[in-house]
């Protein structure tokens, strides 16, 4: 399966979709996670049913949004950093399965606009 990979100019805004399908999102936690080159999995923020997203000490909910809706679970940094650069993975985390989905951020450092590539797929 291929990654998908997003780039966004440096101080713009990105935005991560993660699919799964309704009945995996319904009553279970959702967990988004950054990995950066070299380095392991770095938990960000936990989204659970009911509850306002958990975000981790060195991730500011200034910073970034999350949302868990029907189908899809979104990440957002409000404005990139280049130290924002990395894999993201987002995990539905349940008794018995989990289910796990990923997007590479990619930074460029011009100015002049951004692209960014999403293939929001099919629901895991």
């Known amino acids: 399966t291929l990654i998908p990979v997003a780039t966004v100019a440096l101080g713009e805004p990105a935005t991560l979709t993660c699919p799964f399908c309704a009945e995996k ?17 770095t938990l960000i923020v936990r989204l659970r049913k009911h509850a306002e997203p958990a975000f981790e000490r060195e991730f500011s909910s200034s910073r970034m949004r999350a949302t868990k809706k029907e189908n899809v679970c979104t990440l957002t940094i409000l404005r990139t950093v280049q130290e924002d650069e990395g894999m993201y993975h987002c995990a539905i985390i349940d008794w018995t399965e989990n289910a796990w989905n990923g997007t590479n951020l990619i930074l460029n450092d011009y100015n002049f606009g951004s692209s960014l590539f999403q293939d929001v797929g099919t629901c895991i």
Do not use: F, I, M
């Open 25 to 41: 999102l319904y009553n279970n936690e959702v967990h988004w996670y950054k990995q950066s080159a070299g380095d392991t999995l």
